[in-house]
């Protein structure tokens, strides 16, 4: 099986068998390495110990003391934070029941902390998968994608990439839709992923340099839907079959879960049979609709009934995904 993600710690962690993620001393300790957290030059006595304490037993208690003592307030409020994320990590059974309860109550980890974690976590879900179109897919769930429109295709690309060459780097035709009109000064490869070249997908993944079309009846939003469909069953225990769809049957139409907040506002207003402007509408990117295998898994007045998914880019043409709205606003009948 190719290997893909590497640098994302999913090596570093225990896997149980039942398929969720434990957490290691090895993983807490590439926290440690954060350049954050990495001591530096002007790194003060109690900053170096207590870093090299933590190397040393990435469990250990620390005092408060410990961390009154660093001199730097950077440093200190970056030790409080890491403590804190540590002991939510410490007190789940499993990384994935970690990161499911962070929403079961106000969130006070670091938005970067949780894509990682969504990062590993889709490693861990994909983990028998060799599929690029997947994979690029999966991205959607942590990493910002910037949208150009262009004679019916709709184009993703990952924003950081985008915008960090938006000004000293030339991406070719689709680079320019996707950057407008400012000048580039220098080439990069943006390459459209497609079946001739899934492949180099392996040799490039951590380089998010490739664009996925998400249209219907498109590899990659197809891809997105298995995506979908492994996400909900990893976390849920439950089955779905989820495809893309055009536009949504009022008949059918009793529930949907915005995949992001653009999508969710969108689809509430519309839904609540509010005028929404046609700019709004045109900023959906995907409509997907969900049917699950057993309909027990529903509750009960929605015995039947398809549940509708939404994505939606914001006004600056990005799209920023929240995987945990299928965590917390699927209508099920249980909670695992």
């Known amino acids: 099986m190719t290997d893909f993600w590497r640098s994302c710690g999913y090596h570093l962690l225990a896997h149980g068998a039942d398929g969720r993620l434990g957490v290691t001393d090895d993983f807490l300790r590439a926290y440690l390495y954060r350049p954050e957290l990495a001591p530096v030059e002007t790194s003060c006595a109690a900053e170096r110990a207590l870093h090299r304490a933590l190397l040393g037993d990435p469990r250990r208690e620390v005092g408060e003391a410990e961390v009154a003592a660093i001199a730097d307030p950077d440093a200190r409020e970056n030790y409080g934070v890491l403590l804190r994320f540590r002991a939510q990590l410490l007190g789940a059974s499993s990384l994935e029941a970690t990161y499911a309860g962070l929403f079961a109550r106000d969130v006070t980890v670091p938005p970067l902390f949780i894509d990682q974690m969504v990062q590993v976590i889709l490693r861990n879900i994909l983990r028998d998968s060799d599929d ?198 699927l209508p099920l009948a249980r909670r695992v």
């Open 132 to 329: 690029a179109f997947e994979l690029r897919a999966a991205e959607l769930f942590f990493r910002r994608q910037k949208v150009s429109v262009d004679a019916g295709a709709i184009m993703l690309a990952d924003a950081e990439i985008v915008e960090m060459h938006a000004l000293s780097g030339g991406f070719g035709d689709i680079g320019r839709l996707l950057v407008g009109n400012q000048t580039a000064v220098r080439t990069i490869d943006l390459d459209v992923l497609g079946a001739d070249n899934g492949a180099l997908y392996f040799m490039r993944d951590e380089r998010h340099d490739f664009v996925l079309r998400l249209n219907a009846g498109q590899p990659g939003s197809a891809a997105f839907c298995r995506v979908l469909e492994r996400w909900i069953a990893h976390f849920h225990q439950v089955a779905a079959t989820i495809r893309p769809v055009r536009e949504i049957d009022d008949a059918d139409w009793v529930w949907h879960v915005g995949l992001d907040a653009e999508a969710s506002a969108i689809l509430n207003d519309i839904y609540n049979g509010q005028d929404v402007e046609e700019e709004r509408v045109r900023r959906i990117v995907g409509l997907f609709r969900a049917d699950f295998h057993d309909p027990a898994d529903l509750r009960p007045e929605l015995l039947g009934k398809p549940i509708f998914l939404g994505l939606a880019m914001s006004t600056d043409n990005v799209v920023r995904m929240k995987p945990q709205n299928l965590l917390v606003n």
